[in-house]
């Protein structure tokens, strides 16, 4: 129940029409949002990818994780993710930087 959670990724936003990536960790079965990542439009060059995180305490409950890619008001543009990893560990733990 004190365990926290960690979530990282790589992401790439490219494109003029980009409109947002949200990276969520929903628990399960209430539908509450524990942690959220959201970037809006364009954030990287065609092939720069960023490192995105999120850090949250899922209690007794289980947890899911929800992409959400919003496509802004045209067709150029492309939203990309990868390398998806989630680690729990107790309380105390220091070793993932959600940096």
């Not at 067709?75 to 220091?94: H, L, N, R």
Request: hydrophobic residues 35%; glycine residues 10%.
């Amino acid at each position: 129940p004190n365990d926290v959670c960690f979530v990282s990724f790589f992401y790439n936003m490219y494109g003029q029409n980009i409109g947002s990536l949200r990276v969520e960790a929903v628990r399960s079965p209430s539908g509450t949002v524990a942690a959220s990542f959201c970037k809006p439009q364009e954030q990287t060059s065609q092939t720069l990818w960023l490192r995105g995180a999120l850090q949250f305490r899922p209690g007794t409950e289980a947890f899911k994780i929800r992409l959400t890619a919003v496509r802004g008001g045209g067709t150029f543009g492309d939203v990309a993710v990868d390398d998806i990893a989630v680690s729990c560990c107790p309380e105390d733990c220091d070793d993932f930087n959600t940096e």
